[in-house]
């Protein structure tokens, strides 16, 4: 009697027990009658495509930045028509953003000229500790020593894709960015003196003497303890037929930032221009952003395979002219860069 009466009681504390720890689970994971709630499913890039209302690129627009830059003649460091278009870009920059800073430096080229050199920078949103960079090189070359004709080799070329083109399409995100305000912090620099390396008939004696510009930058950033998420760095983005390859330094040390970029220039519908296919690293303003300053940055460039030096058809030539300029390639690589801020938070 005794011996029964405890074992009912052990009973039907065991039946309580189980029938709480049953309840506890069916209110925790949602079972015994409702629908278990089911978690939304993650947005597909189109879908944050389209919920970011990214602003449109306006080709024409940066056309006409590209044509301006031009218009001054050649953007050699130590000249008349550079320090013009170094104003031209600071006024015009300053339109966008109240936010400017103009480094200005001595460097010294390959063949010992010290070089004047201004490197020109608009931040947005610049108390937002989140930032992306994007850098495109203003000067253009002192000698066309790939043209066909040897007597250009030393003649200044009008560098309209060579420099130009970056620029002005960074110009033209720029007034977007001024139009509509993007949740990251952006900042937007023009270097100087990428394209002062050693002529092709001196080539390979001496390192580091492109990018002298962003090495400076890198070494000596505009805010001390500066830092950027990443970075994109454009060049040569505005001949017909442009293809953009997986270029090695980008893939070295930025993978992750080349994928993100490439990814959404497909899915906007531009992945004829945006390929694959991994190239030869390449020195570019970009290789010191990575080494120096360590921001994983890309280099949007134009790789050719019909050249034999992998540039587009008319790198450090006389060629390098308005002519060359296409606006459906600006468009296709500024709507790429506005699409990727406008999706970054
Ligand atoms: C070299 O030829 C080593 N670098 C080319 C970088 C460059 C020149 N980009 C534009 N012009
Ligand atoms: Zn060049």
Redesign the pocket.
């Known amino acids: 009697m005794d011996y029964s009466s405890t074992e009912n009681l052990k009973r039907m504390r065991l039946l309580i027990s189980l029938i709480l720890i049953g309840y506890i689970l069916a209110l925790t994971t949602g079972c015994g009658g409702q629908q278990r709630p089911t978690m939304p499913a993650a947005p597909t890039l189109h879908e944050r495509i389209m919920e970011a209302n990214v602003p449109d690129f306006d080709e024409d627009s940066a056309y006409h930045f590209v044509d301006r830059q031009v218009s001054f003649g050649p953007r050699v460091p130590n000249t008349l028509t550079h320090t013009a278009c170094a104003n031209y870009l600071e006024a015009t920059l300053g339109r966008f953003t109240p936010r400017m800073v103009v480094q200005d430096a001595r460097v010294r080229a390959f063949n010992g000229t010290v070089l004047n050199i201004k490197n020109i920078i608009g931040s947005f949103n610049p108390e937002n500790k989140s930032r992306i960079l994007l850098c495109a090189h203003w000067d253009s ?1 002192p000698f066309a020593d790939h043209d066909p004709d040897p007597a250009n080799h030393y003649k200044p070329l009008p560098g309209a894709n ?1 420099g130009a083109s970056g620029v002005g399409v960074l110009l033209e995100v720029a007034r977007q960015l001024s139009i509509q305000q993007p949740s990251m912090g952006i900042d937007i620099i023009f270097f100087d003196a ?2 002062y ?1 050693e002529h092709q008939q001196v080539q390979g004696q001496k390192d580091d003497t ?1 990018a002298l510009g962003s090495q400076y930058w890198a070494r000596n950033p505009h805010l001390p303890g500066y830092r950027a998420r990443f970075g994109i760095l454009l ?2 983005v505005g001949a017909a037929d442009a293809m953009f390859t997986m270029e090695g330094t980008s893939m070295q040390y930025a993978p992750d930032v080349m994928k993100k970029v490439w990814d959404i220039s497909e899915a906007i519908g531009f992945g004829t221009y945006f390929s694959r296919k991994r190239t030869n690293a ?3 303003d970009h290789l010191y952003i990575n080494q120096i300053i360590h921001i994983p940055t890309i280099d949007i460039i134009h790789h050719s395979t019909n050249t034999h030096t992998g540039f587009f058809e008319h790198w450090h030539t006389m060629l390098d002219n308005m002519n060359a300029i296409d606006p459906s390639t600006l468009k296709v690589v500024g709507q790429t860069v506005l699409t990727v801020i406008y999706l970054e938070n």
Do not use: A, H, N, S
Request: no cysteine.
């Open positions: 070359r060579d990428e394209d390396g492109w060049d040569m390449i020195i570019d």
